[in-house]
Nanobody
Framework: QVQLVESGGGLVQAGDSLRVSCTASRRTFSSVTMGWFRQAPGKEREFVSRITWGRESNYADSVTGRFTISGDNAKNTVFLQMNSLKPEDTGVYYC????????????????WGQGTQVTVSS
């Protein structure tokens, strides 16, 4: 079992930056991919970004050029740096962990955190 704990959410204004973090209790073959998803009120959970411990990363088109995902292998922690935030970035941001095959689909991930709220005001 892998526990994921997110932190760093908050309330910011449009154009501001924010960094959210996710720390995994341990790393296993079933958690080599770390992903970020978000869910806005009344909408489905959507993919934001993913990274493998080997540093391969991907982004949703809506955040490319504004968000950067990175990892600290020694601390089992993944960061999502969010710049030039927009009101449409508002939502609960969830950290997820899955096997090497996990990509942009939520059902490819095995473990999920509780989520952290990010609110961007206009």
């Amino acid at each position: 079992q892998v526990q994921l704990v997110e932190s760093g959410g908050g309330l910011v204004q449009a154009g501001d930056s924010l960094r959210v973090s996710c720390t995994a209790s341990r790393r296993t073959f079933s958690s080599v991919t770390m992903g970020w998803f978000r869910q806005a009120p009344g909408k489905e959970r959507e993919f934001v970004s993913r990274i493998t411990w080997g540093r391969e990363s991907n982004y949703a088109d809506s955040v490319t050029g504004r968000f950067t995902i990175s990892g600290d292998n020694a601390k089992n922690t993944v960061f999502l740096q969010m710049n030039s935030l927009k009101p449409e970035d508002t939502g609960v941001y969830y950290c997820a962990a899955g096997p090497v095959t996990a990509r942009q689909e939520a059902d490819g991930y095995t473990y999920w955190g509780q989520g952290t709220q990010v609110t961007v005001s206009s």
